[in-house]
């Protein structure tokens, strides 16, 4: 017994240090969540300077679609700057992506393995590549059809006159949408080594997952059918990547 206690301790660390009451791990979460909001703020204030070329980049996809000699607006006085904030704090964000993803794993750390916890620059770098993947696949693929879908309804009588605010929370809704669903490999990694799942129950509820993204689809991109179709499809994809990730991070059941 005192051979298993030894080697139990050696393996996992020390009780102490692991085991925390609840209070201290919310003023832990309370400290990263912090530290993340300082990022951002951060990554706020050095893009600010750039915004007008920000959203210039942003807007592209639209332009590249619209008539010639059409031209965006706004309808109120305050929207062109508001937005402009908007686009810096969004620019801040994704520019603090890797320090948030830094500031998860150093939360979730302690609940590790030791000899897992050295995963941490692959961890950032993994999460960061597939969130970018996410924004990038939504920008260069999904923005130039979705826009073509939408001004497909211009007649002679009706033409579009896109909105500041408007396409930027589109932008904004869409770009994160695709983000944060490309990081599902990431989510189920750490899944398969809490063992919450493992590659047979993805398995056994592939068609279920199926039913699930094409909801969430539904949800998260605008009333159409392309856009749908777009999430719906990369994210059954990551799916079955996820199944063959878990099968390589599954913990045994002895662990």
């Known amino acids: 017994m005192e051979v298993e206690k030894g080697s139990g301790v050696e393996k996992h660390g020390t009780v102490e240090e692991d085991k925390l009451p609840i209070h201290d791990h919310l003023e832990e979460l309370r400290w990263r969540l912090i530290k993340c909001v300082i990022a951002v703020a951060v990554g706020f204030v050095a893009t600010y300077a750039f915004k007008e070329q920000i959203f210039g980049f942003l807007v592209w996809p639209l332009v590249k679609v619209l008539p010639e000699n059409s031209q965006m607006i706004y309808t109120s006085l305050p929207e062109a700057f508001i937005t402009y904030l908007k686009v810096a704090f969004f620019s801040g964000l994704i520019l603090a992506t890797p320090l948030i993803f830094y500031q998860i794993w150093k939360f979730i750390m302690p609940g590790l393995y030791p000899n897992e916890r ?52 589109l932008v904004m809704k869409l770009m994160f949408a695709f983000g944060i669903t490309f990081e599902l490999p990431v989510i189920m990694f750490f899944l398969a080594k809490m063992g919450i799942v493992n590659p047979q ?55």
């Open 201 to 255: 129950r993805l398995r056994r509820g592939r068609k279920y997952a199926v039913l699930i993204v094409f909801v969430l689809a539904a949800i998260l991109t605008p009333p159409d059918v392309i856009s749908q179709i777009m999430l719906a499809i990369p994210l059954i994809i990551l799916y079955e990547v996820s199944i063959w990730v878990t099968h390589f991070a599954g913990k045994k059941s002895g662990e």
């Open 118 to 169: 050295r995963y941490v620059l692959p961890f950032i770098l993994v999460a960061t590549l597939f969130f970018l993947g996410g924004v990038s696949f939504a920008y260069y693929v999904v923005f130039p059809y979705g826009f073509m879908f939408f001004l497909g309804f211009e007649t002679e009588s009706i033409s579009a006159m896109p909105a500041m605010k408007e396409y930027l929370g």
